[in-house]
Protein backbone atom coordinates (compact mmCIF):
# COMPACT_ATOMS: atom_id res chain seq x y z
CA UNK A 1 0.00 0.00 0.00
CA UNK A 2 2.88 2.37 0.68
CA UNK A 3 4.21 1.95 -2.51
CA UNK A 4 0.99 2.42 -4.21
CA UNK A 5 0.68 5.62 -2.17
CA UNK A 6 4.41 6.56 -2.98
CA UNK A 7 4.16 6.03 -6.40
CA UNK A 8 0.36 7.91 -6.56
CA UNK A 9 2.17 11.24 -4.53
CA UNK A 10 5.04 10.96 -7.39
CA UNK A 11 2.90 11.46 -10.30
CA UNK A 12 0.76 14.34 -8.58
CA UNK A 13 3.69 16.00 -8.27
CA UNK A 14 4.86 15.44 -12.00
CA UNK A 15 1.94 16.40 -12.45
CA UNK A 16 2.47 19.89 -10.95
CA UNK A 17 5.23 20.91 -12.34
CA UNK A 18 4.32 20.38 -16.10
CA UNK A 19 1.02 22.33 -15.55
CA UNK A 20 2.18 25.15 -13.32
CA UNK A 21 4.30 27.22 -16.17
CA UNK A 22 0.65 27.05 -18.22
CA UNK A 23 -1.43 28.84 -15.37
CA UNK A 24 -2.02 32.71 -16.18
CA UNK A 25 0.61 34.84 -15.17
CA UNK A 26 0.11 37.02 -12.19
CA UNK A 27 -1.45 40.67 -12.88
CA UNK A 28 1.82 43.41 -13.07
CA UNK A 29 1.66 45.72 -10.10
CA UNK A 30 0.66 49.47 -10.87
CA UNK A 31 3.26 51.83 -11.32
CA UNK A 32 4.89 52.79 -7.51
CA UNK A 33 4.54 55.93 -6.03
CA UNK A 34 8.38 56.52 -7.44
CA UNK A 35 7.43 56.46 -10.68
CA UNK A 36 8.89 52.84 -11.60
CA UNK A 37 6.68 50.24 -12.93
CA UNK A 38 5.81 48.23 -9.87
CA UNK A 39 7.78 50.39 -8.04
CA UNK A 40 10.20 47.75 -7.15
CA UNK A 41 12.64 47.32 -3.43
CA UNK A 42 15.66 49.76 -3.46
CA UNK A 43 17.69 46.42 -3.23
CA UNK A 44 16.66 45.27 -6.17
CA UNK A 45 16.76 48.62 -8.33
CA UNK A 46 20.32 49.10 -9.83
CA UNK A 47 22.57 47.01 -6.75
CA UNK A 48 22.75 44.06 -9.29
CA UNK A 49 22.60 45.75 -12.54
CA UNK A 50 21.97 43.54 -15.49
CA UNK A 51 23.38 45.70 -18.44
CA UNK A 52 23.01 42.29 -21.03
CA UNK A 53 19.12 42.69 -20.33
CA UNK A 54 19.13 46.43 -20.50
CA UNK A 55 15.93 46.84 -22.86
CA UNK A 56 16.70 48.92 -26.14
CA UNK A 57 16.70 52.79 -25.98
CA UNK A 58 15.14 55.02 -27.97
CA UNK A 59 18.09 56.93 -28.94
CA UNK A 60 18.34 57.55 -32.57
CA UNK A 61 21.66 55.64 -33.71
CA UNK A 62 23.69 58.13 -35.14
CA UNK A 63 23.97 56.32 -38.52
CA UNK A 64 20.64 57.95 -39.11
CA UNK A 65 20.99 61.37 -38.54
CA UNK A 66 22.91 63.80 -40.41
CA UNK A 67 24.70 67.33 -39.43
CA UNK A 68 25.02 69.68 -42.35
CA UNK A 69 25.90 73.40 -42.87
CA UNK A 70 24.82 76.07 -45.42
CA UNK A 71 28.23 75.43 -47.97
CA UNK A 72 26.56 71.86 -47.99
CA UNK A 73 29.16 69.74 -46.14
CA UNK A 74 28.84 67.51 -43.39
CA UNK A 75 30.17 66.10 -40.53
CA UNK A 76 30.13 62.62 -37.84
CA UNK A 77 32.51 64.96 -35.17
CA UNK A 78 28.82 65.52 -33.34
CA UNK A 79 27.30 62.31 -33.26
CA UNK A 80 30.42 60.35 -32.20
CA UNK A 81 29.74 60.60 -28.41
CA UNK A 82 33.28 61.26 -27.86
CA UNK A 83 33.60 64.84 -25.21
CA UNK A 84 37.36 64.44 -26.96
CA UNK A 85 35.96 65.69 -30.34
CA UNK A 86 34.33 69.22 -31.13
CA UNK A 87 33.51 72.18 -33.91
CA UNK A 88 33.43 75.83 -33.16
CA UNK A 89 31.28 78.18 -34.14
CA UNK A 90 30.78 81.37 -34.49
CA UNK A 91 27.78 84.27 -34.39
CA UNK A 92 25.48 83.92 -37.54
CA UNK A 93 26.34 80.28 -38.12
CA UNK A 94 23.43 77.54 -39.14
CA UNK A 95 23.49 73.99 -38.15
CA UNK A 96 21.17 71.53 -39.84
CA UNK A 97 19.84 68.49 -38.18
CA UNK A 98 18.01 65.53 -39.84
CA UNK A 99 16.86 62.42 -38.75
CA UNK A 100 15.49 59.28 -40.41
CA UNK A 101 13.44 58.94 -37.50
CA UNK A 102 11.21 60.94 -36.07
CA UNK A 103 12.88 62.80 -32.83
CA UNK A 104 10.94 63.62 -29.25
CA UNK A 105 14.01 64.85 -27.35
CA UNK A 106 17.25 66.71 -28.28
CA UNK A 107 20.45 66.76 -26.01
CA UNK A 108 23.14 68.93 -26.30
CA UNK A 109 26.50 69.11 -25.12
CA UNK A 110 28.51 72.08 -25.13
CA UNK A 111 32.37 72.29 -24.68
CA UNK A 112 31.68 76.07 -23.83
CA UNK A 113 28.76 77.89 -22.35
CA UNK A 114 27.01 78.62 -25.20
CA UNK A 115 25.39 82.17 -25.50
CA UNK A 116 21.83 82.64 -27.35
CA UNK A 117 20.64 80.65 -30.14
CA UNK A 118 17.41 79.35 -31.50
CA UNK A 119 16.11 76.16 -32.47
CA UNK A 120 13.33 75.91 -35.40
CA UNK A 121 11.80 72.91 -35.87
CA UNK A 122 8.64 71.93 -38.16
CA UNK A 123 5.95 74.14 -38.68
CA UNK A 124 7.13 77.38 -37.59
CA UNK A 125 8.10 75.89 -33.72
CA UNK A 126 10.98 78.07 -32.75
CA UNK A 127 12.24 77.11 -28.99
CA UNK A 128 15.26 79.59 -27.25
CA UNK A 129 18.23 77.81 -27.05
CA UNK A 130 21.15 78.82 -24.72
CA UNK A 131 18.85 81.20 -21.85
CA UNK A 132 21.23 79.83 -19.38
CA UNK A 133 24.68 78.84 -20.72
CA UNK A 134 24.14 74.93 -19.48
CA UNK A 135 27.34 73.05 -20.94
CA UNK A 136 24.54 69.92 -20.90
CA UNK A 137 21.30 71.08 -22.41
CA UNK A 138 17.96 68.95 -23.25
CA UNK A 139 15.04 70.08 -24.82
CA UNK A 140 11.80 68.51 -25.24
CA UNK A 141 9.61 68.33 -28.97
CA UNK A 142 6.38 68.75 -28.51
CA UNK A 143 5.53 67.26 -31.80
CA UNK A 144 7.48 64.53 -33.58
CA UNK A 145 9.56 65.91 -35.99
CA UNK A 146 13.02 64.56 -38.47
CA UNK A 147 14.35 68.17 -38.62
CA UNK A 148 15.99 71.03 -36.83
CA UNK A 149 18.05 73.96 -37.28
CA UNK A 150 20.22 76.01 -35.00
CA UNK A 151 20.66 79.56 -35.35
CA UNK A 152 23.64 81.03 -33.09
CA UNK A 153 23.05 84.60 -32.07
CA UNK A 154 25.86 85.92 -30.04
CA UNK A 155 29.60 85.08 -29.13
CA UNK A 156 31.84 82.02 -30.27
CA UNK A 157 30.23 78.19 -29.69
CA UNK A 158 32.12 75.04 -29.67
CA UNK A 159 30.06 71.86 -29.61
CA UNK A 160 30.81 68.39 -28.55
CA UNK A 161 27.87 66.41 -29.22
CA UNK A 162 24.05 66.02 -30.50
CA UNK A 163 21.82 63.09 -29.41
CA UNK A 164 18.51 62.59 -30.43
CA UNK A 165 15.72 60.50 -29.38
CA UNK A 166 12.72 59.36 -30.28
CA UNK A 167 8.57 59.21 -27.85
CA UNK A 168 9.39 57.61 -24.39
CA UNK A 169 11.70 58.63 -21.71
CA UNK A 170 15.16 59.62 -22.03
CA UNK A 171 17.67 57.52 -20.56
CA UNK A 172 19.01 58.27 -16.91
CA UNK A 173 22.39 59.86 -18.63
CA UNK A 174 20.87 62.45 -19.94
CA UNK A 175 21.23 65.52 -17.87
CA UNK A 176 17.75 67.70 -17.01
CA UNK A 177 19.34 70.62 -14.93
CA UNK A 178 17.27 73.36 -13.33
CA UNK A 179 18.90 76.95 -13.09
CA UNK A 180 20.60 77.58 -10.13
CA UNK A 181 19.07 78.02 -6.83
CA UNK A 182 17.41 81.18 -5.70
CA UNK A 183 17.84 79.87 -2.41
CA UNK A 184 19.96 76.82 -0.59
CA UNK A 185 19.56 74.73 2.30
CA UNK A 186 23.27 74.19 1.49
CA UNK A 187 25.78 75.63 -0.19
CA UNK A 188 29.00 73.32 -1.20
CA UNK A 189 32.25 75.58 -1.52
CA UNK A 190 34.64 73.27 -3.07
CA UNK A 191 37.77 74.69 -4.98
CA UNK A 192 38.18 72.32 -8.37
CA UNK A 193 35.89 69.82 -10.26
CA UNK A 194 35.96 66.77 -7.58
CA UNK A 195 37.14 67.95 -4.49
CA UNK A 196 33.28 68.00 -3.84
CA UNK A 197 33.60 64.24 -3.45
CA UNK A 198 37.13 63.90 -2.40
CA UNK A 199 36.69 66.12 0.67
CA UNK A 200 32.98 66.45 1.73
CA UNK A 201 32.38 62.45 1.30
CA UNK A 202 28.86 61.56 1.58
CA UNK A 203 27.57 65.13 2.17
CA UNK A 204 25.61 65.92 -2.12
CA UNK A 205 24.63 62.37 -1.78
CA UNK A 206 23.21 62.51 1.45
CA UNK A 207 21.70 65.77 1.55
CA UNK A 208 20.79 66.18 -1.90
CA UNK A 209 20.16 63.10 -3.29
CA UNK A 210 18.78 61.28 -0.28
CA UNK A 211 16.96 64.37 1.94
CA UNK A 212 15.91 66.26 -1.33
CA UNK A 213 17.26 69.21 0.56
CA UNK A 214 17.86 72.62 -1.54
CA UNK A 215 21.84 71.83 -2.09
CA UNK A 216 23.55 74.44 -4.08
CA UNK A 217 27.24 74.17 -5.39
CA UNK A 218 29.84 76.97 -5.93
CA UNK A 219 33.34 76.17 -7.91
CA UNK A 220 35.96 78.76 -7.19
CA UNK A 221 37.71 77.82 -10.11
CA UNK A 222 36.59 76.99 -13.38
CA UNK A 223 38.34 74.23 -15.81
CA UNK A 224 37.49 75.76 -19.66
CA UNK A 225 41.42 75.28 -20.31
CA UNK A 226 41.00 71.64 -19.87
CA UNK A 227 37.42 71.40 -21.75
CA UNK A 228 36.87 67.71 -20.49
CA UNK A 229 36.82 68.48 -16.98
CA UNK A 230 33.70 70.33 -16.88
CA UNK A 231 31.50 67.80 -18.47
CA UNK A 232 33.63 65.34 -15.51
CA UNK A 233 32.08 67.89 -13.44
CA UNK A 234 28.55 67.62 -14.41
CA UNK A 235 28.56 63.91 -14.54
CA UNK A 236 29.51 63.66 -11.29
CA UNK A 237 26.93 66.17 -10.09
CA UNK A 238 24.20 64.23 -11.61
CA UNK A 239 25.08 61.16 -10.47
CA UNK A 240 25.21 61.99 -6.76
CA UNK A 241 21.80 63.67 -6.93
CA UNK A 242 22.53 67.59 -7.62
CA UNK A 243 20.13 68.65 -10.01
CA UNK A 244 20.19 72.71 -9.66
CA UNK A 245 23.20 73.64 -12.36
CA UNK A 246 26.36 74.26 -10.20
CA UNK A 247 28.58 77.89 -10.33
CA UNK A 248 31.64 77.65 -12.32
CA UNK A 249 33.76 80.24 -10.68
CA UNK A 250 35.56 83.25 -12.71
CA UNK A 251 39.02 82.20 -11.75
CA UNK A 252 40.27 79.68 -13.67
CA UNK A 253 42.39 76.74 -12.31
CA UNK A 254 46.11 77.44 -12.61
CA UNK A 255 48.51 75.24 -11.46
CA UNK A 256 50.53 77.74 -10.00
CA UNK A 257 47.99 78.21 -7.45
CA UNK A 258 49.36 74.71 -5.65
CA UNK A 259 52.55 75.80 -4.40
CA UNK A 260 51.36 78.22 -1.44
CA UNK A 261 48.65 80.65 0.17
CA UNK A 262 51.01 83.43 -1.65
CA UNK A 263 51.65 81.74 -4.72
CA UNK A 264 47.11 81.61 -5.13
CA UNK A 265 46.81 85.06 -3.69
CA UNK A 266 49.21 86.01 -7.35
CA UNK A 267 47.18 84.11 -8.86
CA UNK A 268 43.58 85.19 -8.46
CA UNK A 269 43.93 88.15 -6.06
CA UNK A 270 42.83 87.49 -2.51
CA UNK A 271 40.19 90.53 -2.47
CA UNK A 272 39.00 89.05 -6.18
CA UNK A 273 38.35 86.09 -4.09
CA UNK A 274 36.57 87.42 -1.22
CA UNK A 275 33.95 89.54 -3.07
CA UNK A 276 32.87 86.47 -4.87
CA UNK A 277 32.38 85.06 -1.56
CA UNK A 278 30.46 87.57 -0.46
CA UNK A 279 28.56 87.52 -3.49
CA UNK A 280 27.77 83.80 -3.36
CA UNK A 281 26.57 84.21 0.71
CA UNK A 282 24.04 86.52 -0.23
CA UNK A 283 23.06 85.05 -3.51
CA UNK A 284 22.19 81.88 -2.20
CA UNK A 285 21.53 82.96 1.66
CA UNK A 286 22.12 79.08 2.50
CA UNK A 287 21.36 77.64 6.26
CA UNK A 288 25.03 75.36 5.88
CA UNK A 289 27.76 76.18 4.62
CA UNK A 290 30.46 73.66 3.79
CA UNK A 291 33.85 74.38 2.54
CA UNK A 292 37.58 73.27 3.01
CA UNK A 293 40.17 72.67 5.69
CA UNK A 294 42.42 75.56 6.15
CA UNK A 295 45.41 73.79 6.08
CA UNK A 296 44.62 73.51 2.27
CA UNK A 297 43.41 69.71 2.20
CA UNK A 298 47.03 68.50 1.48
CA UNK A 299 48.85 71.76 1.36
CA UNK A 300 47.14 73.30 -1.87
CA UNK A 301 47.53 77.07 -2.31
CA UNK A 302 43.56 77.33 -3.64
CA UNK A 303 42.50 75.97 -0.71
CA UNK A 304 43.95 77.44 1.70
CA UNK A 305 42.53 81.04 0.22
CA UNK A 306 39.23 79.59 -0.54
CA UNK A 307 38.96 78.76 3.07
CA UNK A 308 40.33 81.97 4.75
CA UNK A 309 38.82 84.07 2.59
CA UNK A 310 35.09 82.64 3.22
CA UNK A 311 35.94 82.90 6.90
CA UNK A 312 36.59 86.77 6.01
CA UNK A 313 33.29 86.69 4.15
CA UNK A 314 30.87 85.42 6.52
CA UNK A 315 30.50 88.42 8.73
CA UNK A 316 31.00 90.47 5.44
CA UNK A 317 28.06 88.88 3.89
CA UNK A 318 25.95 90.55 6.93
CA UNK A 319 27.21 93.75 6.48
CA UNK A 320 25.15 96.18 4.23
CA UNK A 321 28.36 98.52 3.84
CA UNK A 322 30.60 96.11 3.23
CA UNK A 323 30.47 95.11 -1.27
CA UNK A 324 27.40 97.64 -1.76
CA UNK A 325 27.07 96.47 -4.79
CA UNK A 326 25.92 92.83 -4.45
CA UNK A 327 24.08 93.88 -1.38
CA UNK A 328 22.30 96.17 -3.58
CA UNK A 329 21.81 92.92 -5.90
CA UNK A 330 21.03 90.31 -3.44
CA UNK A 331 20.42 91.79 0.01
CA UNK A 332 22.35 90.81 3.31
CA UNK A 333 22.91 87.65 4.49
CA UNK A 334 24.10 85.92 8.00
CA UNK A 335 25.14 82.41 7.36
CA UNK A 336 23.60 80.30 10.34
CA UNK A 337 26.45 77.19 10.42
CA UNK A 338 29.43 77.06 8.99
CA UNK A 339 31.40 73.97 8.67
CA UNK A 340 35.19 72.92 7.33
CA UNK A 341 36.29 69.85 6.84
CA UNK A 342 39.18 68.71 9.36
CA UNK A 343 38.74 71.69 11.28
CA UNK A 344 39.70 71.55 14.55
CA UNK A 345 37.19 72.83 17.13
CA UNK A 346 33.10 71.27 17.70
CA UNK A 347 33.92 68.49 15.68
CA UNK A 348 31.38 65.95 14.38
CA UNK A 349 32.22 62.45 12.41
CA UNK A 350 29.53 62.06 10.22
CA UNK A 351 27.97 58.73 9.00
CA UNK A 352 28.56 58.20 5.28
CA UNK A 353 27.44 54.20 5.69
CA UNK A 354 24.03 54.46 6.05
CA UNK A 355 22.06 52.87 3.04
CA UNK A 356 20.02 55.42 1.00
CA UNK A 357 16.96 54.36 -0.36
CA UNK A 358 17.56 57.02 -2.91
CA UNK A 359 19.97 55.26 -4.51
CA UNK A 360 19.21 51.85 -4.58
CA UNK A 361 20.98 50.62 -0.60
CA UNK A 362 24.46 51.98 -1.67
CA UNK A 363 25.66 54.56 0.99
CA UNK A 364 26.73 57.54 1.13
CA UNK A 365 30.41 57.15 0.93
CA UNK A 366 29.57 54.40 -2.49
CA UNK A 367 28.12 57.13 -3.78
CA UNK A 368 30.66 59.72 -2.92
CA UNK A 369 33.08 57.49 -4.77
CA UNK A 370 30.98 56.82 -7.58
CA UNK A 371 30.63 60.59 -8.06
CA UNK A 372 34.57 61.16 -7.82
CA UNK A 373 34.73 58.22 -10.22
CA UNK A 374 33.19 60.43 -13.45
CA UNK A 375 36.49 62.34 -12.89
CA UNK A 376 38.04 59.80 -15.02
CA UNK A 377 41.19 62.33 -15.45
CA UNK A 378 41.81 62.55 -11.89
CA UNK A 379 41.67 58.75 -11.15
CA UNK A 380 45.24 58.23 -11.34
CA UNK A 381 45.97 61.19 -8.24
CA UNK A 382 43.18 60.73 -5.76
CA UNK A 383 40.59 58.28 -4.29
CA UNK A 384 37.91 59.29 -1.54
CA UNK A 385 39.05 57.94 1.82
CA UNK A 386 37.12 57.70 5.17
CA UNK A 387 39.94 57.29 7.22
CA UNK A 388 43.66 58.73 7.89
CA UNK A 389 44.71 62.33 6.92
CA UNK A 390 41.92 63.37 4.22
CA UNK A 391 38.96 61.55 6.24
CA UNK A 392 35.92 63.03 4.50
CA UNK A 393 33.53 62.19 7.44
CA UNK A 394 35.15 64.73 9.74
CA UNK A 395 34.45 67.97 9.88
CA UNK A 396 34.33 71.02 12.47
CA UNK A 397 31.84 73.85 13.25
CA UNK A 398 33.49 77.24 12.19
CA UNK A 399 31.02 79.33 13.12
CA UNK A 400 27.40 79.34 14.25
CA UNK A 401 24.58 81.64 15.03
CA UNK A 402 22.44 79.02 16.46
CA UNK A 403 24.48 77.19 19.41
CA UNK A 404 26.89 74.92 18.98
CA UNK A 405 26.44 70.95 18.12
CA UNK A 406 25.53 68.34 20.97
CA UNK A 407 24.21 65.31 19.05
CA UNK A 408 27.16 66.06 16.04
CA UNK A 409 25.48 63.27 13.63
CA UNK A 410 23.93 66.30 10.90
CA UNK A 411 25.18 69.47 9.55
CA UNK A 412 21.25 70.52 10.31
CA UNK A 413 21.01 70.29 14.08
CA UNK A 414 19.63 73.54 15.44
CA UNK A 415 18.05 74.60 12.17
CA UNK A 416 14.16 74.14 11.90
CA UNK A 417 13.78 72.55 8.37
CA UNK A 418 10.44 71.75 8.26
CA UNK A 419 9.36 75.73 8.98
CA UNK A 420 11.68 76.32 6.31
CA UNK A 421 10.19 74.27 3.81
CA UNK A 422 6.44 75.39 4.95
CA UNK A 423 3.93 75.65 2.63
CA UNK A 424 4.36 80.01 3.37
CA UNK A 425 8.16 79.69 2.97
CA UNK A 426 7.43 77.90 -0.37
CA UNK A 427 7.54 81.14 -2.47
CA UNK A 428 10.62 82.20 -1.14
CA UNK A 429 12.69 78.90 -0.80
CA UNK A 430 12.46 76.41 -3.73
CA UNK A 431 14.12 73.45 -2.65
CA UNK A 432 15.62 71.27 -5.77
CA UNK A 433 14.42 67.74 -5.28
CA UNK A 434 16.21 65.29 -6.80
CA UNK A 435 14.50 61.70 -8.14
CA UNK A 436 13.05 59.30 -5.34
CA UNK A 437 14.35 56.32 -7.93
CA UNK A 438 18.29 55.42 -7.46
CA UNK A 439 20.03 57.82 -9.22
CA UNK A 440 22.12 56.06 -12.12
CA UNK A 441 23.94 58.62 -13.97
CA UNK A 442 26.79 56.79 -16.00
CA UNK A 443 28.11 59.61 -18.77
CA UNK A 444 27.23 59.05 -21.99
CA UNK A 445 30.85 59.97 -23.50
CA UNK A 446 33.92 58.00 -24.83
CA UNK A 447 34.96 56.84 -21.18
CA UNK A 448 31.52 55.37 -20.01
CA UNK A 449 27.93 54.62 -21.91
CA UNK A 450 26.30 52.41 -20.00
CA UNK A 451 22.81 52.12 -17.89
CA UNK A 452 22.71 50.36 -14.99
CA UNK A 453 19.52 48.38 -14.83
CA UNK A 454 17.59 46.44 -12.03
CA UNK A 455 18.34 43.00 -11.78
CA UNK A 456 15.81 39.97 -13.75
CA UNK A 457 12.72 39.20 -11.19
CA UNK A 458 10.39 36.35 -11.78
CA UNK A 459 7.95 38.68 -14.02
CA UNK A 460 10.39 39.90 -16.09
CA UNK A 461 11.93 36.02 -16.77
CA UNK A 462 7.89 35.69 -17.97
CA UNK A 463 7.71 32.39 -15.34
CA UNK A 464 4.45 33.13 -13.75
CA UNK A 465 4.64 33.51 -9.66
CA UNK A 466 1.63 30.43 -9.38
CA UNK A 467 4.25 28.01 -10.33
CA UNK A 468 6.35 28.49 -7.05
CA UNK A 469 2.48 28.54 -4.93
CA UNK A 470 1.68 25.32 -6.69
CA UNK A 471 4.80 23.84 -6.29
CA UNK A 472 5.29 24.28 -2.76
CA UNK A 473 2.54 23.27 -1.55
CA UNK A 474 2.95 19.94 -3.72
CA UNK A 475 6.54 19.35 -2.18
CA UNK A 476 5.21 20.00 1.34
CA UNK A 477 1.98 17.75 1.16
CA UNK A 478 4.37 15.41 -0.15
CA UNK A 479 7.15 15.66 2.19
CA UNK A 480 4.33 15.57 5.01
CA UNK A 481 3.22 12.24 3.64
CA UNK A 482 6.68 10.76 3.31
CA UNK A 483 7.55 11.59 7.37
CA UNK A 484 4.17 9.64 8.34
CA UNK A 485 4.62 6.57 6.30
CA UNK A 486 7.93 6.94 7.83
CA UNK A 487 7.24 6.86 11.02
CA UNK A 488 4.24 5.00 11.07
CA UNK A 489 5.04 1.72 13.53
CA UNK A 490 5.49 -1.36 11.17
CA UNK A 491 3.43 -4.79 12.12
CA UNK A 492 6.15 -7.55 12.90
CA UNK A 493 5.24 -10.79 12.08
CA UNK A 494 5.90 -13.75 13.65
CA UNK A 495 9.16 -15.92 13.29
CA UNK A 496 8.96 -19.51 11.72
CA UNK A 497 8.15 -21.97 14.17
CA UNK A 498 6.68 -19.87 16.58
CA UNK A 499 9.76 -17.93 17.89
CA UNK A 500 9.62 -13.91 18.75
CA UNK A 501 11.66 -11.99 16.53
CA UNK A 502 14.61 -10.75 18.80
CA UNK A 503 14.98 -7.83 19.71
CA UNK A 504 16.87 -5.20 18.93
CA UNK A 505 18.51 -4.68 22.71
CA UNK A 506 18.98 -8.62 22.46
CA UNK A 507 21.09 -7.92 18.99
CA UNK A 508 23.04 -5.59 19.56
CA UNK A 509 24.09 -7.21 22.64
CA UNK A 510 25.89 -10.18 20.66
CA UNK A 511 28.00 -7.75 19.05
CA UNK A 512 31.61 -7.57 19.93
CA UNK A 513 32.26 -3.59 21.60
CA UNK A 514 35.45 -2.32 22.75
CA UNK A 515 35.54 -2.33 26.56
CA UNK A 516 36.96 1.73 27.19
CA UNK A 517 37.52 2.63 30.77
CA UNK A 518 35.29 4.44 32.56
CA UNK A 519 36.61 7.80 32.08
CA UNK A 520 36.68 7.38 28.32
CA UNK A 521 33.11 6.70 28.94
CA UNK A 522 31.74 10.26 30.47
CA UNK A 523 30.55 12.44 28.38
CA UNK A 524 31.34 16.38 28.15
CA UNK A 525 29.98 19.39 26.58
CA UNK A 526 31.33 20.94 23.02
CA UNK A 527 31.83 24.12 22.16
CA UNK A 528 29.08 23.76 19.85
CA UNK A 529 26.48 22.35 22.67
CA UNK A 530 26.97 18.76 21.15
CA UNK A 531 28.26 15.91 23.16
CA UNK A 532 31.82 14.04 22.59
CA UNK A 533 33.38 11.31 24.46
CA UNK A 534 36.85 11.08 24.69
CA UNK A 535 39.68 8.65 24.01
CA UNK A 536 42.35 8.09 26.60
CA UNK A 537 45.38 9.15 25.17
Not at 17 to 43: H, R
Not at 172 to 196: F, G, M, R, S
Not at 326 to 331: I, L, P, R, V
Not at 520 to 535: D, M
Request: hydrophobic letters at 40%.
Amino acid sequence: MKKILLRFLSCVLGAALFIAPLLPAAAEPADGPDGGAGAESAEQADVYPAPETAPATNEIPAEEIEISFPDGLTTHVLTDANRGTGLPFVEGDEIYIKSATPFSHMYFVWDTPPGAYEISLSGDVVLDGGKNGFLHEYYAVESPTTQATLRLHTGEYKMCDIYLFSEGDVPDWVQIWQPPLEKADLLALPTHADDEHLFFGGTLPYYAGEKGLAVQVVYMTNHFGEPYRPHELLNGLWTVGVRAYPVMGPFPDLYASLASLSSAEECFGRENVLAFQVEMLRRFQPQVVVAHDLNGEYGHGAHILNAETLLEALPLAADETAYPESAATYGTWDVPKTYLHLYGENQLTMDWNQPLSAFGGRTALDMAKEGFNCHTSQLEYFSVEDYGDYDCRLFGLARSTVGEDVAKNDFFENIDLAALHAPEAADETSPVTAPAAPVNAASKNNNSNTVSTPASTPEQSGVSPWVFVVVGAFVTVFALVWIILLLRPKKRRPVPGGAARPTSAAVQSRRPTAQLPNSANTHQRAPSGRRVYRRPK
